[in-house]
């Protein structure tokens, strides 16, 4: 399974972007895709997931703001953020659960306050 994230920049603050993860190579059976993100000095973190059944999970940090979706004929997963805030600033990194955790490259989102 290979990830390849796109859609970070930016913004300022109270914008909103979308991310796009595109999935390839043998993607049957993937049980779910997320989003996390590494801010400068800090852990990786749980940002949204979301099943192959289309169950959503998010970080209470992000509730009401990020809505996580996927298009299984495109093969893609997508994360809206609105409202964003300074402290979302952080890499944002796709992934996938198939049997191990597959990884894509980062992509950089910076919200300005």
């Known amino acids: 399974v290979q990830l390849q994230a796109s859609g970070g920049g930016l913004v300022q603050a109270g914008g909103s972007l979308r991310l796009s993860c595109a999935a390839s190579g043998n993607i049957v059976g993937i049980a779910y895709m997320g989003w996390y993100r590494q801010a400068p000095g800090k852990q990786r973190e749980l940002v949204a997931t979301?099943?192959?059944?289309?169950?959503?999970n998010y970080a209470d940090s992000v509730k009401g703001r990020f809505t996580i979706s996927r298009d299984n004929a495109k093969k893609m997963v997508y994360l809206q953020m609105n409202s964003l805030k300074p402290e979302d600033t952080a890499v944002y990194y796709c992934?996938?659960?198939?049997?191990?955790?597959?990884w894509g490259q980062g992509t950089l989102v910076t919200v300005s306050s």
């Open positions: 992934n996938a659960l198939k049997f191990v955790v597959y």
């Open positions: 979301i099943t192959s059944g289309g169950s959503t």
